[in-house]
């Protein structure tokens, strides 16, 4: 995947400051076929149109703070991996511990996970369901949206074929 940053010159012109691959991606080894990747991050009150220095290294949460911001793109094996008898359950906790600080350890052992963020979803490829915490499960596919406002949710690929999603979290106050 490729990753085009703007910023600014010394004169204030706009500029491409770097072009290359998302250089904070990860192939999970545990989990053939999950891919994460953070291309960008904010945090809250900061400037835009900086130098266009690489936010990435920085993070050290990939939930972020109400105002802040974090760009994500997953791209999710057929959820018949995890049944697969070579699964490590235990490794792949451990990675996504070290991939996703501050998100993973929000997620329940079924997938459920919370979080104090409006994201903006976005199916890049594939089809995938998003179900919510009575039950309710929504198909969607490539090119289809969903706004997620705080609500307890998972997404399952019921399919064969990988999914891919990018996602804009926007850190939030809770309500009550």
Not at 2 to 9: E, F, K, L
Not at 79 to 88: N, W
Not at 92 to 99: G, I, P, R
Not at 138 to 166: C, E, F, K, Y
Request: with cysteine; charged share 20%.
């Amino acid at each position: 995947m490729r990753r085009v940053v703007t910023g600014h010159d010394e004169n204030g012109r706009s500029v491409v400051v770097s072009d290359g691959p998302v250089p904070r991606s990860r192939e999970f080894t545990s989990l053939p076929g999950w891919v994460s990747r953070l291309p960008w991050a904010t945090e809250p009150g900061e400037p835009v149109g900086r130098t266009g220095e690489d936010p990435t290294p920085k993070v050290t949460s990939h939930l972020p703070a109400p105002g802040g911001t974090r760009f994500i793109v997953l791209t999710f094996p057929p959820d018949s991996a995890m049944a697969d008898p070579a699964f490590d359950p235990v490794a792949y906790a451990q990675e996504s511990l070290a991939d996703s600080p501050g998100l993973v350890e929000l997620f329940e052992p079924d997938g459920m996970h919370t979080t104090p963020t409006v994201d903006y979803g976005i199916v890049l490829q594939g089809e995938i369901v998003l179900e919510l915490d009575d039950g309710h499960c929504t198909q969607l596919s490539a090119g289809d949206l969903v706004i997620q406002n705080g609500t307890r949710h998972a997404w399952r690929n019921r399919g064969d074929q990988p999914v891919t999603m990018a996602f804009v979290l926007v850190g939030a106050e809770r309500d009550g």
